[in-house]
């Protein structure tokens, strides 16, 4: 009998737009033509103000707003913009991550395939094509229901956003897998947490070139062990397939088939459904991978892991370090 999984998605969120700029409407009308048709597909719905308040500064969220409603297309740093949809399709993007957790606190995993990402949008400030921390509200969501939750950052990129947010936090176990050396240049070993946070933010930078193998160290090492420790009662994979073979902003190594593996893992090591919310993923096998995830979502048993998996040394340096700091 396959597990329980479903799909949250809207046309919506193709309508924050711009045609040439990478992060565009079309990576997920392509992710979105992977969703095997088993897949339940569920509907959207609105973050409410106090829902990003939760995380975001207000003044934050009302200068997204107002400078929507003024249409046309607005520049607040060299890579993020805003359109005269943005406000609603990002609003809607937090509230369908919100959703996500909602049904995998009721024993369904959940997809949220959404746009504009989320995870490097700090407290005050958008940044990274991320106008609010879908992932970061909904765990704040959940932590108003349940005592902890876990996020797992799989993405190219670390997520500085969900870090900053957290990083004073011991009810939120946080761990990044991601490019060393490139935006936004933080994710590095010694970040650790702060305060009742020390301990429960996790960062494996990991040079150009990294396989699978060199993932699968990492999680098996680290943050399977961590996610045992901690017991999370809800985990929120932030979910950029980035780190592709064929994706043009960075230099990982990763097969579509991979990112099944890699969230078999994280299911079996929390035992309980997962709530996955879509960032980055650029290249043409971003749809691919997708197709992998769900496919790992509806199955009982683990995904098998491949033989002869060999991590890097450096990898191995990065993980036994990060073992000492495992709570």
Partial sequence: MAARCSVITDETFTQHDLEWHVENSRRLTDAIAHIPPSVKRRPAEPATFDDLARVHDPRHIRMIEELSSYGGRRYLDMDTYVTGESFRVASLAAGAS???VRCSLSGESCFALVRPPGHHAEPGRAMGYCLFNNAAVAAAWALDRVERVAIIDWDLHHGNGTQKIFYE????????????????????????????????????????????????????????????????????????????????????????????????????????????????????????????????LQQDEPCPVPPGLRPRESTKRIARLLQKVII
């Fill in 169 to 296: 936090s011991d009810r939120v176990l946080f761990c990044s897998i991601h490019q060393a050396n490139i935006f936004p240049w933080s994710g590095w070993i010694d970040e650790v947490g702060a305060g009742r946070g020390k301990g429960f933010s996790l960062n494996a930078p990991l040079p150009a070139g990294g396989r699978i193998g060199d993932y699968h160290c990492i999680f098996a090492g680290v943050f399977c062990e961590a996610l045992l420790h901690f017991e999370p009662d809800a985990v929120i994979i932030s979910a950029g397939q980035d780190p592709l073979h064929d994706d043009p902003k960075g230099g990982m190594q990763l097969a579509p088939e991979d990112f099944g593996l890699l969230c078999s893992m994280v299911r079996e090591a929390a035992s309980c459904p997962l709530a996955l919310v879509l960032e980055g993923g650029y290249g043409p096998s971003l749809g691919k991978a997708v197709a992998c995830i769900f496919d790992a």
């Fill in 98 to 100: 919100i959703a996500a």
